[in-house]
Each structure stands twice: as structure tokens, then as C-alpha cells.
């Protein structure tokens, strides 16, 4: 069965550095979309994209955040000088025009100290 | 913020069936509902979704009411591994979806 793949699994990096989470989505998906979980709270929607640009982002998705498509299977989410509180799980899901129903993947868990 | 209410925790014997409601009294004509689940800290899991028919899979089924203003999610034979949190979403076509707290179910044994 298709799925949503996500690496890596668990990222540990230090107070401002940059990290890149990626994600391959699932082939001949059009939507992909980025998510985030703090710990014990909700998921939390961050950013749409499709067309090769973002179609819809929250408050949270500020310019310390950016997504790239760079080839015609990744998608990547890339967090500029992190802070502690970015400390969470993050979630990549796609979909297709088709079927209005999205697949998310295992999560990145992103631990900053 | 989620336009669907859910209560915030349930459990089930193991066997029995699990019931889970949600109410979205402001549904829009072409808003679906969606169920999803997130079983740890998992990614969430799609379950079934649903325009104005009751819906049926694999999975589950998905029962709306005929004013769509609620719908209940009924897992017909709970196990321990449906043990997770449930989210119900109202959604249109290409939006974003939008999570809330959902109910947290416990299959008992």
C-alpha cells in the first residue's frame, strides 16, 4: 500500500541552527501539506501547497519556515534558526484531486536543545 | 478552530462496539466529514469520511444524521489496538484540514 514517507524519524539540533525535514509523499498525490504536533497537545496545520506553491498557511508558518518541492519526488519543510519552543512532532500528509482524503506519514520528531 | 465538538474521553469494552459522536451543528452544504486517529504519537490514520450517505469500509462505519449537523463514528468489534484518539473533521474539498482535541478512546479489556 502507498504511503507517506518521512525522514529522518528523530532530528536532535542545537538552538538556531537550521534543520530540513523531508518528506516523499505519495506518487501522483497534487496536495501535500505540513503539520505539527507539540507534544500533549493538537495537531496543528501549517502550510498547503500545491501547483508548486503554497496555496494556504497559518500564523504559525512565519518566515522562519519554507517548503520546496526540488525535485519531483520530495517535499521538504526547512525551520531557520530554531528556537525551543519548535520542539515537536512534525507531519507530512498528501492527497490527490481524486480522493479527498489525506495520508499522513510516521512524523518527524524534532528536538531542540 | 474545529468546527466539531467530540467528547473528550470514552471507553469500550473489548468486542463490544465503539461509539464515538461528534456534532458540527454549523456544517456547510459541501463540507465532508472526516474521521481520522492517531494512536500514540503516530501519524493520524484516516479512518472514513462522508458527504450525506452513511458510509461503510474495511475500517468502520459512519452513520449522519440526516440534517448532517451530527455523525457517529461506530468501530463494530473494538479491539486493544483501537485504543487512540479520534478526531472528527468537517472539511471542503482542497481546504486544510483542521484537528481538534478529539475523543480519546480506551478499549478495555
Known amino acids: 500500500e502507498p504511503e507517506v514517507t518521512q525522514t529522518p524519524s528523530h532530528q536532535v539540533t542545537q538552538m538556531g541552527q537550521e534543520v530540513i525535514l523531508r518528506c516523499v509523499p505519495i506518487?501522483?498525490?497534487?496536495?501535500f501539506y505540513w503539520y505539527r504536533q507539540i507534544l500533549g497537545q493538537k495537531v496543528e496545520f501549517l502550510v498547503s501547497?500545491?501547483?508548486?506553491?503554497?496555496?494556504?498557511k497559518s500564523e504559525i508558518f512565519d518566515d522562519q519556515f519554507s517548503v520546496e518541492r526540488p525535485d519531483g519526488s520530495n517535499f521538504t519543510l526547512k525551520i531557520r534558526s530554531t528556537k525551543l519552543e519548535d520542539s515537536a512532532m512534525y507531519f507530512c500528509?498528501?492527497?490527490?484531486?481524486?480522493?479527498?482524503?489525506?495520508?499522513f506519514g510516521q512524523g518527524t520528531r524534532l528536538t531542540v536543545v | 478552530d474545529a468546527k466539531t465538538t467530540q467528547p473528550p474521553s470514552m471507553d469500550c469494552a473489548e468486542g463490544r462496539a465503539a461509539n464515538l459522536p461528534c456534532n458540527h451543528s454549523?456544517?456547510?452544504?459541501?463540507?465532508?466529514v472526516y474521521w481520522y486517529r492517531q494512536i500514540h504519537s503516530q501519524g493520524p490514520q484516516y479512518i472514513i469520511h462522508?458527504?450525506?450517505n452513511n458510509e461503510t469500509n474495511e475500517m468502520a462505519s459512519l452513520i449522519i444524521t440526516e440534517d448532517r449537523k451530527s455523525s457517529t463514528l461506530i468501530l463494530p468489534h473494538a479491539t486493544l489496538r483501537d485504543t487512540a484518539v479520534y478526531y472528527c473533521?468537517?472539511?471542503?474539498?482542497?481546504?486544510?484540514?483542521?484537528f481538534g482535541p478529539g475523543t480519546r478512546l480506551s478499549v478495555l479489556p
Open positions: 506518487s501522483n498525490h497534487l496536495y
Open positions: 454549523t456544517i456547510s452544504g459541501n463540507e465532508y
Open positions: 473533521i468537517v472539511r471542503l474539498g482542497g481546504q486544510n484540514f483542521v
Open positions: 462522508g458527504l450525506k
Open positions: 500528509a498528501s492527497s490527490d484531486l481524486r480522493a479527498p482524503e489525506a495520508f
Open positions: 501547497f500545491y501547483n508548486n506553491e503554497i496555496s494556504e
